[in-house]
């Protein structure tokens, strides 16, 4: 497609149930990046993947978090056991380049709006 | 952690004034971006200035990058209602993957 795909669009989970959040990226796009964005915050770094190679996963908050790529295209970000500080809006960035190597921005996904109820 | 600091949070103005969004961050960078997002949807590329570039201009945007001062400005000349949204900073970290946002200034355009 033209754009960086994700869904679904919203999800309303019960605490402690585990949701998967799906990205499908831009095709032929080297870079894949997860971000968190709480409510009237700027987007907070999860994690990025080369391909299918998760080369940072710095920013993911805790062992419930877990973010795979397996065939460096399509990218799953999942969270177990969900608690209610975990709603937040999950967006996905896609990018041609190795962040830094040319002048590219990122490509984003409108994102998935997780609640936690 | 969010790195950047936009200023002001909030900016109202009438449509064909200009706009002025200041970010601050406090880490050496590779590159610096600024993002748009309206209200519940997706971030969208405006415009990246690299650290050794010092103004850059895309139609009615105008970037400045003062790294001695860890600080940019975006400008938006002759304001329309359509660019009312928030507007993000975001620094790349030399030798880092990861892009670091600031929490955004709203601009609200009044027709």
């Known amino acids: 497609g033209a754009g960086v795909s994700q869904s679904p669009r919203y999800k309303v989970a019960k605490r402690g149930q585990d949701v998967a959040l799906r990205c499908d990226p831009i095709?032929?796009?080297?870079?894949l990046f997860w971000y968190q964005q709480a409510l009237g915050q700027g987007p907070e770094f999860l994690t990025y993947f080369q391909n299918e190679a998760q080369l940072d996963k710095s920013g993911l908050p805790s062992d419930r978090f877990f973010a795979e790529r397996p065939e460096g295209s399509v990218s799953t970000l999942k969270i177990q056991r969900t608690q209610q500080e975990d709603s937040a809006v999950y967006l996905c960035?896609?990018?041609?380049?190795?962040?830094?190597?040319?002048?590219?921005?990122?490509?984003f996904g409108s994102g998935t709006r997780l609640t936690v109820v | 952690s969010q790195q950047g600091e936009e200023d002001p949070q909030a900016l109202s103005i009438q449509e064909g004034e200009n706009a002025t969004m200041n970010c601050s961050y406090k880490t050496s960078i590779n590159n610096l971006q600024w993002y748009r997002q309206n209200s519940g949807r997706g971030l969208v590329h405006l415009i990246l200035i690299r650290s050794n570039e010092r103004e850059k201009h895309s139609g009615r945007l105008r970037v400045t990058l003062d790294t001695s001062k860890k600080s940019s400005s975006l400008l938006i000349t002759a304001s329309r209602a359509a660019d009312t949204a928030s507007y993000f900073c975001a620094t790349l970290g030399a030798g880092s993957y990861q892009l670091t946002f600031g929490k955004g200034t709203k601009l609200s355009v009044i027709p």
């Open positions: 095709s032929g796009h080297v870079s």
């Open positions: 960035a896609s990018s041609l380049a190795i962040p830094g190597s040319v002048n590219y921005g990122y490509t």
